[in-house]
């Protein structure tokens, strides 16, 4: 994750140096001369006296002989005036995290998450399942089945949550149709789209003359996306959807519908997912360094749990006489709220309980901060070029004006004629020139498609003349197949025949009966 990162040198604190500013912001502007009161050593400025300059050398010189014979003593540096003390008693201001908490609390807070990824992948049930509503209901909101419009479409939906006198206004971003069409180029638009309008509305707010003291933060503090447990990495989908967005917003990447996949096929899964990221260079959420050991060891399994495989579930199931959230197969039952199932549980306690103020303080200082510095340096950068073009055409119209004011009419009005005159012959040349460069594309546009057509008309000929070369050798072969059939047909014949007349001839004739009479 990129943050701002200050490359200038460290320099060594000395609060000896700040004392002595202090104390020589302190001296009254009377150029040195002070007058020590008896009483209780106030000094109080008096006005100088007026002294040439032979006054001063006169005293230098008695103030060298002075150093010589008595040299003042060194001064040393000045204790600090920084550092921490004990107080003996109670004063009060370890009371301010009270204050920041109550007044928190009062205010509420906000939250902003975004689902991204296939129809099918179970993100409604996740967002209902995290926080324990329904707030993508069947009614409302059917399924992937029932959606008739296959295009990109962005849908918010904003609920009040209150747990222990704490409110949260949560903020779900849905996309669907993400990726659900024939062609998924530029799918990621309306996405990256949506973010940018949510930040330029958030500037425009800090950008008004009478600000509001509570804006509010629509911003999107968090994306999940969902990857397709295929087991085989990430998809180009995937790759470009993540590489368009990881500058933008906090990237949590997941694994849906974990239960498809064994143990081990999960393990080597999330290997996969880990090494593409590294490898395209793509900036994920990344957990914050934390100085406490324990913390650090949560954090640490938390980053082994990366990309989190979760399972959501809205029905509740009862397993041992408690009533959990989970799903039911002829194998067994598959828990969500289980760590030893899936990593819905963890998904939960870092997006909830242990980082929400952290994604939000990162979409806030680095996410937000290089949108506005990139929107605000264009427009400065405009301003700045506005402004100079505007004093040089003014310091030109306001020389022509005072040549005008000294000249008579007649030669105003012979000087304005030659100035259009030269207007003109100037546009008349940027016309023909424009012209000329317009015609000459359109030629070399026609001799490209004649070259283009040539060359086609080249390769049609070659390719018939190929073809009928082809014909001809199949039609002499087919000559020569029909000749020698025929040959074979006529020595049958003739075999058949000579078999018939040797028949016939090797017969005798039968000795007629002689009759009685």
């Given at each position: 994750?990129?943050?701002?990162?200050?490359?200038?040198?460290?320099?060594?604190?000395?609060?000896?140096?700040?004392?002595?500013?202090?104390?020589?912001?302190?001296?009254?502007?009377?150029?040195?001369?002070?007058?020590?009161?008896?009483?209780?050593?106030?000094?109080?400025?008096?006005?100088?006296?007026?002294?040439?300059?032979?006054?001063?050398?006169?005293?230098?010189?008695?103030?060298?002989?002075?150093?010589?014979?008595?040299?003042?003593?060194?001064?040393?540096?000045?204790?600090?005036?920084?550092?921490?003390?004990?107080?003996?008693?109670?004063?009060?201001?370890?009371?301010?995290?009270?204050?920041?908490?109550?007044?928190?609390?009062?205010?509420?807070?906000?939250?902003?998450?975004?689902?991204?990824?296939?129809?099918?992948?179970?993100?409604?049930?996740?967002?209902?399942?995290?926080?324990?509503?329904?707030?993508?209901n069947e009614h409302e909101y059917p399924?992937?089945?029932?959606?008739?419009?296959?295009?990109?479409?962005?849908?918010?939906?904003?609920?009040?949550?209150?747990?222990?006198?704490?409110?949260?206004?949560?903020?779900?971003?849905?996309?669907?149709?993400?990726?659900?069409?024939?062609?998924?180029?530029?799918?990621?638009?309306?996405?990256?789209?949506?973010?940018?309008?949510?930040?330029?509305?958030?500037?425009?707010?800090?950008?008004?003359?009478?600000?509001?003291?509570?804006?509010?933060?629509?911003?999107?503090?968090?994306?999940?996306?969902?990857?397709?447990?295929?087991?085989?990495?990430?998809?180009?989908?995937?790759?470009?959807?993540?590489?368009?967005?990881?500058?933008?917003?906090?990237?949590?990447?997941?694994?849906?519908?974990?239960?498809?996949?064994?143990?081990?096929?999960?393990?080597?899964?999330?290997?996969?997912?880990?090494?593409?990221?590294?490898?395209?260079?793509?900036?994920?959420?990344?957990?914050?360094?934390?100085?406490?050991?324990?913390?650090?060891?949560?954090?640490?399994?938390?980053?082994?749990?990366?990309?989190?495989?979760?399972?959501?579930?809205?029905?509740?199931?009862?397993?041992?006489?408690?009533?959990?959230?989970?799903?039911?197969?002829?194998?067994?039952?598959?828990?969500?709220?289980?760590?030893?199932?899936?990593?819905?549980?963890?998904l939960r306690n870092m997006l909830i309980?242990?980082?929400?103020?952290d994604l939000k303080d990162v979409t806030?200082?680095?996410?937000?901060?290089?949108?506005?510095?990139?929107?605000?340096?264009?427009?400065?950068?405009?301003?700045?070029?506005?402004?100079?073009?505007?004093?040089?055409?003014?310091?030109?119209?306001?020389?022509?004006?005072?040549?005008?004011?000294?000249?008579?009419?007649?030669?105003?009005?012979?000087?304005?004629?030659?100035?259009?005159?030269?207007?003109?012959?100037?546009?008349?040349?940027?016309?023909?020139?424009?012209?000329?460069?317009?015609?000459?594309?359109?030629?070399?546009?026609?001799?490209?498609?004649?070259?283009?057509?040539?060359?086609?008309?080249?390769?049609?000929?070659?390719?018939?003349?190929?073809?009928?070369?082809?014909?001809?050798?199949?039609?002499?072969?087919?000559?020569?197949?029909?000749?020698?059939?025929?040959?074979?047909?006529?020595?049958?014949?003739?075999?058949?025949?000579?078999?018939?007349?040797?028949?016939?001839?090797?017969?005798?004739?039968?000795?007629?009966?002689?009759?009685?009479?």
């Amino acid at each position: 994750m990129a943050f701002f990162k200050n490359d200038a040198p460290a320099t060594k604190f000395d609060p000896a140096s700040v004392n002595m500013v202090r104390d020589r912001e302190r001296e009254p502007a009377t150029n040195g001369v002070v007058d020590k009161g008896v009483d209780k050593g106030v000094e109080r400025p008096v006005k100088p006296e007026v002294r040439d300059r032979g006054d001063y050398q006169r005293d230098n010189r008695d103030r060298e002989k002075e150093n010589a014979v008595h040299p003042p003593p060194r001064a040393g540096p000045k204790p600090s005036r920084t550092s921490a003390k004990e107080l003996d008693g109670y004063v009060g201001f370890a009371n301010l995290p009270n204050q920041v908490y109550r007044k928190a609390v009062k205010k509420g807070f906000e939250f902003t998450l975004m689902v991204v990824g296939e129809s099918g992948m179970g993100k409604s049930t996740l967002i209902n399942s995290l926080f324990l509503t329904d707030l993508y209901n069947e009614h409302e909101y059917p399924g992937p089945s029932h959606r008739i419009k296959k295009s990109v479409n962005i849908d918010t939906a904003q609920v009040l949550l209150k747990e222990g006198g704490v409110t949260l206004r949560l903020t779900t971003v849905d996309t669907p149709g993400f990726g659900d069409a024939v062609d998924n180029s530029n799918c990621w638009q309306p996405v990256t789209d949506f973010i940018d309008n949510k930040y330029d509305e958030y500037l425009n707010q800090e950008s008004h003359v009478n600000r509001k003291s509570n804006m509010s933060d629509n911003r999107v503090h968090a994306c999940l996306y969902f990857i397709a447990p295929t087991g085989h990495g990430l998809k180009p989908l995937d790759v470009e959807f993540m590489k368009r967005l990881h500058e933008k917003v906090n990237i949590i990447p997941l694994i849906s519908k974990a239960d498809t996949l064994t143990p081990e096929e999960c393990r080597n899964f999330k290997k996969t997912i880990l090494n593409e990221i590294a490898q395209h260079k793509i900036k994920i959420y990344e957990f914050p360094d934390c100085d406490d050991e324990e913390e650090n060891k949560l954090q640490k399994k938390l980053k082994e749990r990366v990309p989190f495989a979760v399972v959501g579930s809205n029905t509740v199931i009862q397993v041992d006489s408690k009533k959990v959230r989970g799903r039911q197969y002829p194998w067994g039952i598959v828990q969500v709220e289980n760590l030893e199932h899936n990593d819905f549980l963890a998904l939960r306690n870092m997006l909830i309980r242990t980082h929400m103020q952290d994604l939000k303080d990162v979409t806030n200082n680095v996410h937000y901060e290089n949108f506005r510095y990139s929107k605000l340096a264009v427009v400065t950068d405009g301003k700045v070029k506005n402004t100079g073009s505007k004093e040089i055409k003014k310091s030109e119209s306001d020389s022509k004006k005072k040549d005008r004011d000294n000249k008579d009419p007649l030669t105003q009005m012979q000087d304005e004629k030659k100035e259009h005159v030269s207007k003109m012959k100037k546009m008349e040349a940027e016309m023909e020139q424009v012209f000329e460069m317009k015609v000459k594309e359109k030629k070399q546009k026609l001799k490209d498609s004649e070259a283009d057509l040539q060359r086609r008309a080249e390769q049609m000929k070659k390719s018939l003349e190929q073809q009928e070369k082809e014909l001809e050798q199949k039609r002499a072969q087919f000559e020569k197949e029909k000749e020698s059939w025929e040959e074979q047909q006529r020595a049958e014949d003739m075999r058949r025949q000579t078999s018939m007349e040797t028949l016939d001839g090797g017969k005798k004739p039968k000795d007629k009966k002689k009759g009685l009479f």
